[in-house]
């Protein structure tokens, strides 16, 4: 199977934070949402549907616009339709993966090294992983960023120009899930490149990175995971998530 597919049970949650009174930022709020997006859409999404529009006041005017159309798209669409839809738009054939280090390393030993790096970066800012999913995929790493905005950011950066082709390659393929990219990306800094050629100029300008992964047919695994949301004072009310 080459997209994230629902776990046969609920997953443990992976993040396991310290307690932390730093307020969540609109654009936290926004990365909060987008990862709940990104996830395997699940009947929960259709039942946080409420809080998540809610939770949209506390975002980017830009971003809560992108989100509440693919919110409506959501409650407009059959759950299975959905589930449908999000394993064909999330895959490698088409250079739509949701794993961040597939972008830089594709399927190489050099990836497991990025995976073992991207847990040591979440145990060096306080927050311990716990979970069978791959560290680096984007929920996991949006969650991350929501309760370690500053290195959470370092790390989304880090991994901009995969990011940046994620969201041209699902922008190509015509689909309501273009809209939560497009939202993410209006939380990093800077314009977002408008073609393939400007984002892998952006490596350029960054940390090096041998995208391997962009022209080859390769294969992420990994099921989807189950995260809590952050508990900080000032947070817009989002919806609980389970642990298992």
Known sequence: MSAPTAPAATAAAAVTPPPTDAPVTADDVTRLIVGRCLEYPENRLYADLPALRAALGEAPPEAAALLAGFL?????TEPLDLCAHYTATFDTRNRRCLYLTWWADGDTRRRGMSL???KQIYRDHGLRYADEEL???????????????????????????????????????????????????????GPSPRTREEAKAMARKGPPQELVGIGSPLEPFGAVIDLPWPSRSGATALPERPSA
């Open 72 to 76: 409506d798209h959501v409650a407009a």
């Open 135 to 189: 560290p680096d995929f984007l929920p996991v790493v949006l969650d991350f960023a929501a309760r370690r905005p500053d290195a959470g950011t370092a790390l989304l950066e880090e991994h901009r120009v995969g990011l940046e082709l994620l969201r041209l390659a699902v922008a190509a393929a015509d689909t309501p899930y273009a809209a939560v990219l497009e939202a993410l990306c209006t939380t990093l800094p």
């Open 116 to 118: 073992v790096r991207v």
